[in-house]
């Protein structure tokens, strides 16, 4: 399942499409293997136990805004957990899961950051395909919120330069990015151009910033490997 909490941007999504059609491109899944759930305009999510696992976007909403909805998918998050659904969230996503269950989320000190960064890991880990992560590897980012202090008990798996916090496990079957495994290269220039002005404002050079974008193969197989575990997994129960 899709856990959506926003939507690209109208011109971005005319090109690209949506966050959806990058998530299944991403888990390399077909439209029926993947239920979409809008949770930012309101739709019901369903019981953690009726569902494979679950992967929540990014959005542009911020969660120390802590919008109704983002509430209501926060506990569902501590349900799904406790229930022992795998769950991988993204951006937003991963600063929900880390909201939901203890930590603490604000403002990215350093600033925003934005474009191909190159995350170090920080730990060994053989749960859910990381033992394939290099050592250093290069990720999508975009974001200016981030995880300032993981629940107790998570896990600190990689860093980048401006965010120690990159990549947190909570449990033996839930894990979350602030980096993007869904993006393409593509789609991270065009949130670099969309973004120019305000990137200037803010001291950030565009153009250099989309000259160093790449692709990310390795971060974007952490979703195939997590959508084919959680998918094996059910498979077990059944």
């Known amino acids: 399942m899709l856990i ?17 059609d990058w998530f299944r491109a991403a888990m390399r899944l077909e439209p029926a293997q993947m239920r979409i759930v809008r949770a930012d305009v309101g739709e019901p999510l369903p019981s953690p136990r009726d569902v494979a ?7 542009a909403a911020m969660v120390t805004e802590r919008l109704d909805w983002s509430e209501r998918c926060a506990a569902w998050i501590r349900a799904a957990t406790a229930a022992q659904t795998p769950l991988f969230g993204v951006c937003y996503g991963h600063q929900l899961m880390a909201h ?14 934005i474009g191909t960064e190159s995350i170090t890991r920080l730990s060994p ?12 590897f290069p990720a999508q980012t975009t974001h200016r919120q981030s995880v300032l202090q993981p629940p107790s008990g998570a896990k600190v798996l ?8 990159q990549l947190l496990r909570y449990a033996p079957h839930a894990l979350s990015t602030q ?38 193969e390795d ?20």
């Open 4 to 20: 959506q909490t926003g939507e690209a941007p109208e011109a971005i999504r005319a090109e690209f499409g949506g966050f959806a």
């Open 53 to 59: 696992g679950a992967v929540i976007t990014g959005s």
């Open 100 to 113: 939901a269950l203890g930590g603490r989320v604000g403002w990215l000190p350093a600033g925003r950051e």
């Open 125 to 136: 880990d053989d749960a859910q395909g990381l033992r394939e992560l290099p050592p250093v």
């Open 158 to 165: 990689a860093r980048s330069q401006r965010d120690p916090h």
């Open 179 to 216: 980096f993007h495994p869904e993006f393409s290269a593509a789609a991270m220039r065009a949130y670099i151009a969309a973004r120019a002005d305000v990137l200037r404002e803010e001291g950030l050079d565009p153009v250099a910033l989309a000259a160093g974008v790449r692709e990310t």
């Open 219 to 238: 971060a974007r197989a952490l979703l195939e490997r997590f959508a084919h575990a959680a998918l094996t997994r059910q498979r077990a129960a059944a």
